[in-house]
C-alpha cells in the first residue's frame, strides 16, 4: 500500500521544523491543534460540529474534495465524546424533558466518517474504527485489505482525536497526564508518570500504485499486552516476516510520550532496532492521544520525503547518509502496541 | 479468499439468555418488549417500552464470575453471549489464546449506561468513580481482551445501528488476508438513558410495542442484549458443528442525512447489492431477507423501496425488532445469529405486531412461523452517518 | 410584548440555539422561508427550533409535521407564539 498525499492538523505547523525554538509549547498542560480556517467546509454544516468532527472533516477535505476515492476509513477513538456528554449534561439539567437532538446526532463514533461521506457524496465503503491506542493502526490495516480485494482503488485513511473538555477530565481523574507543567524541551527527561496531552487530524490518500508515491505502508501488526518479554519476541518475528534478508531498520521512529510507566516499552523496543538505526521522537511536538500515531505516520512520511531529520527530533544519530525503513512502534497506555514497517517505495 | 464457516454462535437478548431461549422464543412468537425499567430511573420508566434481557447486572456479575471493578452492564452481556459462543465452538484455550485468534466487536453505548457515574467524572465533580477507564466503547473488548488473553487482532468498530454487521465483515476480511486463522466476531449494547433520551429527541421512540413494516407504525422500541459468532476457515471445520457459511458482505454509504436515509435508498440498495456480488449470488437466489426494520416511518419505508429496486419482487423478508427492540451495536449480531438459525432450521420467524401493508411500497413481511427451504438469508444494519451493511450467510 | 419586538428576539434566539454563526440576525427577513432555500435549515433543525420554541415560551408542539408549518418562517413562528404561548 503507498501513501500519495497527506494532510495534518495538529499543535504544530505541517512541515518538518528544524528549529525548537518555533516548536509551540503547550499551554495550560494541553498541546492544543492550530486550527485553519475550514473554508471547505458548508458553513450551514461546521456550525453544529465538534472540534474533532471539524478538524477531520476540515483535514480531510482538501484531499477528497476534488480527488474522488473508494472509500472512507478512519480511526477515533473519542470523536463525539464531546457531544455525548453536551447531550448529557443537557439530559441532566432538564430531567429528560425535550431535548435538543442536534448533539446526540453528533455523539455517535462513526460521525467524521459519516459526515464525510455526506459532504463529498461519497457511497463507497465507509467506517470508523475506535479501538482506543489501536483505532488508527486498524484503519490502516483495514485499508491494506481493501486495497487487496480491489486494487485499483483509492482510499481515505486517517485518524482523529480531540482534547474535549470532558474527555480531558476524565483522563485527569484516571491519572493519564503529567500533573506538573514541562516544556516540550524537557519533556523526555521528565522521569514522572503521565504525558502532555494532543489532539490533531492526519488524512492520507492510499492506493496501490507505487508512482509518485510519497512511501510504502509495508506491515502493520499490533498486540494487546503488559509483558515486555512478549512485547520484544512479537517484534523480533515481525522483522524477521518483513524485511528481507539482510535489510535492516534505518529509522526508528519511537512514540516515547515522556511517561516513565512506559518507557521501559520503548527501550525495549529501541534495543532490537539495530546499533546504526536512527531514533526519532515526535510527541513533544504533539503531545499524545489515542491516534497520535497517525501523526507518527505524518512525520515518517516527511523524512523520507525531505531526507532530514530535525535534530531536537533526534534522540540517536546513525551513520546513515540515507534512509528507507522506517519502523514506528507506539505503545498506548502500556497495554496497546503497534508496529508499522514504512520504506520509500 | 477462503471459504469461512460459523462453528459457534451466543446471544442474550430480551426474549432469552441462549441460542437455544432464542430460538423457541422466535418459533413461539414471543415479544419480549415490555412496559418494564428497572435497571435505572427514568422518567420514561413504564411509559416507554423498552426490549430488556432479564439479567441484572448482579446476576451477570455472579454468573460471569467477575470480580473485576469497573465493568459496564455493556462488558458482562457481551462476556455472558461470548462465552456460550466459545463453549459451542469447542474451541481450546490455546487457540483463543493463539496469535492467530481475533477478536473483533462492536458497541455504541459502551460504559454511557451509567450516566450518574459519567455525569460526575466528566465534569469533574468527584474525585474519579470506578469506571474512568470504561466508558469508551474499546472498553469493552479490552476487557474481554484481559478476561480471555486474547493475543491476536482486536478491534472495535463503531458505524452505528450497523457495526456488528462490519464487526463480522472485518473479522472475515483478517482471515482471508491471512491476519488471522479464525475470528470471533460480534457486539454487544446495553440500554442507557443517553440513547433513550437521544432517541426520543429526535422523536423516533414509539411509545408503543414496534410495529416494523406496518403502515401505522410510530418508532423503534430500544432494546439490549449481545451476540458472537465463531468464525473458522475450511480446512479448520472438520469434524464440528458447522452452522453456515458466511458467503457474502458489503458496506455502503448513504451520502444523504446524518440520521435518516435517502427517498430511494441508495445506501441500502447498493450494500445488498455489493454482498450479493461478492457472494456470486443473482437476487433470486436470496430465500429470506433479516431486514433492518426498526419500525420507524423512514427507515422502513426506504428500506422497502430498495429491496423493490434489488429484487424487482423481494423475497420473504421479516424484522425481528419486534421480537427484541433494536439492540443497536448488537442488532447485526444478533440478527445474524437468526439469520442462521432460519438456515440451520430451514424455517422463517414472524414479522410480529403487523397488520396492514403500507401502501406505498405494497410489502407485506413474513406475519407465520413458517418452515421452508433457505439456503441464502440476507441480512442488513442500517446506521446514521448513513452506515449501511448486508451480509449474506448461506445453508451448509 | 410588541409583535415586532417578538420576531427580533426570535431570530436572536434562533441564530444562536442554532449556532448559525454566519448569519446576523437582523438580515433574516419576516416572510424568509427558514427550511430548504432561505436559511437553509433541515430537520434536525426543525426539532430543535420545536425545543427552542418550549423552553422560551411554553408552546407545546407534539407533532414535528404540524411543527414544520409553524416553522416556515419568522412571521408563522411569531403568530403561533402570541396564540399559544404560556410563558
Redesign the interface.
Known sequence: MYIHQTYCISAQQDLLQDDIEQINEPIDKKLLAIEPSYEKIPPGILRRMGKSIRMGVGAALPLISETKVDG?ILGS??AG?DD??K???Q??QY???????GS????????I???L??I?????????????G??FE?AL??A??QL??NASNSYLVGGVDEISP??Y??????GSYKSEDISNKKLYESDSPGCVVGEGATMFIVNNSADGAIAKVKAIS????SDLDLVQQ?LKSFLQKNLAEGETIDLFLSGENGDNRTLPFYQAVESIAGEDTAIVRYKHMTGDFATASALGLWYACQFLKNQSLPGHMLKRQSSKAAFSNILIYNNFKG?QHSFVLVSAN | MSRIFITGMGIVSAVGNSVAANHEALKANTCGIQYKLDLFP???AGLLPFGLVALSNEELLKALKVTESGVTRTSLLGLYALNEALADSKISTEEIQS?DTALIGAN?VGG?CL?DE??N????K???SDY??S????SV??FL?RHLK??G????????CSSSA?AIM?GA??M??G?ARRAIVGGTDSLA??TI???????ILSNEICTPFDEGRKGLNLGEGAAWLILEKEEDIKGKNVYAELTGYS??????????LSDEG??PF?SMQGALKLAKLTPDKIDFINAHGTGTENNDEVESRAMIRLFGKPPAFASTKGNVGHTLGAAGAIEAVYSILSLQHQEVYANLHFKNTIPSTGLTPVEWYTKMPVNHVMSNSF?????CSSLIFSKV | METAELKEQLKKQVVEFLNLSTVNPADIKDDEPLFGEGLGL???DS?ELI?LLGREYGVDIKD?KEGRKILTSINTMAAYIEEHRTK
Open positions: 472512507i477513538a473519542n465524546m455525548c456528554v447531550f448529557l449534561n439530559m441532566v430531567e429528560e424533558g425535550q431535548l435538543t437532538p446526540f446526532v453528533q455523539s455517535t463514533g462513526n460521525v466518517a459519516g459526515q461521506g455526506l463529498t457524496k461519497n457511497k463507497g465503503y465507509n467506517i470508523t474504527h475506535i479501538h482506543l489501536l483505532a486498524n490495516l483495514d491494506m485489505m487487496n480485494a470532558f474527555h477530565n476524565i483522563e485527569t481523574l484516571a499490533s498486540l494487546h499486552s512479537q497495554v | 427514568s422518567k420514561y496469535f455504541t454511557m450516566t459519567l455525569y467524572d466528566a465534569n469533574a468527584t474525585d474519579g474512568l477507564g466508558y469508551d466503547c474499546a473488548n479490552l481482551q486474547i493475543n487482532v482486536i478491534n472495535t468498530i463503531n458505524t452505528a462490519n472485518y476480511m483478517l482471508n488476508n491476519y438513558k443517553f433520551n437521544g432517541f426520543n429527541s429526535l422523536h458496506n455502503a454509504n448513504d451520502a444523504y442525512h446524518p440520521s435518516s441508495d445506501g447498493l446506521g446514521f452517518g448513513g452506515n | 433541515d430537520s434536525i426539532i425545543v414535528p
